[in-house]
Antibody, heavy 122, light 108 residues
Framework: EVQLLESGGDLVQPGGSLRLSCAAA????????MSWVRQAPGKGLEWVSS????????YYADSVKGRFTISRDNSKSTMYLQMNSLRAEDTAVYYC???????????????WGRGTLVTVSS | DIQMTQSPSSLSASVGDRVTITCRAS??????LNWYQQKPGKAPKLLIY???NLQSGVPSRFSGSGSGTDFTLTISSLQPEDFATYYC??????????FGQGTRLEIK
């Protein structure tokens, strides 16, 4: 079955760190760009970061640049988001999402995980 | 960043109704516009890509149109499972992709 499963969400204090994981199954993970999209409670969708299939290119929203790092381990079919210097405004459900086309970034998403909740609060 | 504005923000309709949701971009985005459906507590689901292409497995009552700055998502005959929130997303200016604020479709 084609699926994405996020993990790692937790309650963390402001200024703290967290690492999210996204485990993929059912498709050739290394061939597809992957992304993180977040949704604050009761709010809309916000793109956070993307990484190309072979891992050469990484991209970040201005709101997280310099604090978050996206990476992937194609041997484990897993993508990561290292989140440092967390702020209250980073509180959200974080979804991982798959690009629909192999070997290029199309910048939209045909498969999403269920999400993992990150809460930044003291 | 390109601003995406959806209208209306919320909408009440009945089963069997024809519904249209509009998305306007703050600058031209060609046909690089995608639509998603999200139900409460669930992940978004891709419905339409590049303005008018129906994603595999999505019912044909969903359709999309438009180019440039103005786009529409149409549901030809609402079904009970269609009550959800709908988002548009531009993939023209990358990597700064942006979403609309959402349109909540409720049962009348």
């Amino acid at each position: 079955e084609v699926q994405l499963l996020e993990s790692g969400g937790d309650l963390v204090q402001p200024g703290g760190s967290l690492r999210l994981s996204c485990a993929a199954a059912g498709f050739t993970f290394s061939s597809y760009a992957m992304s993180w999209v977040r949704q604050a409670p009761g709010k809309g969708l916000e793109w956070v970061s993307s990484i190309s299939g072979i891992g050469g290119g990484t991209y970040y929203a201005d709101s997280v640049k310099g604090r978050f790092t996206i990476s992937r381990d194609n041997s484990k079919s897993t993508m990561y988001l290292q989140m440092n210097s967390l702020r209250a405004e980073d509180t959200a459900v974080y979804y991982c999402a798959k690009d629909p086309n192999q070997f290029r970034i199309s910048w939209y998403f045909d498969l999403w995980g269920r999400g993992t909740l990150v809460t930044v609060s003291s | 960043d390109i601003q995406m504005t959806q209208s209306p923000s919320s909408l009440s309709a009945s089963v069997g109704d024809r519904v249209t949701i509009t998305c306007r971009a703050s600058q031209t985005i060609s046909t690089d516009l995608n639509w998603y459906q999200q139900k409460p507590g669930k992940a978004p689901k891709l419905l339409i890509y590049t303005a008018s292409n129906l994603q595999s497995g999505v019912p044909s009552r969903f359709s999309g149109s438009g180019s440039g700055t103005d786009f529409t998502l149409t549901i030809s005959s609402l079904q009970p499972e269609d009550f959800a929130t709908y988002y548009c997303q531009q993939s023209y200016i990358t990597p700064r992709i942006t979403f609309g604020q959402g349109t909540r479709l409720e049962i009348k």
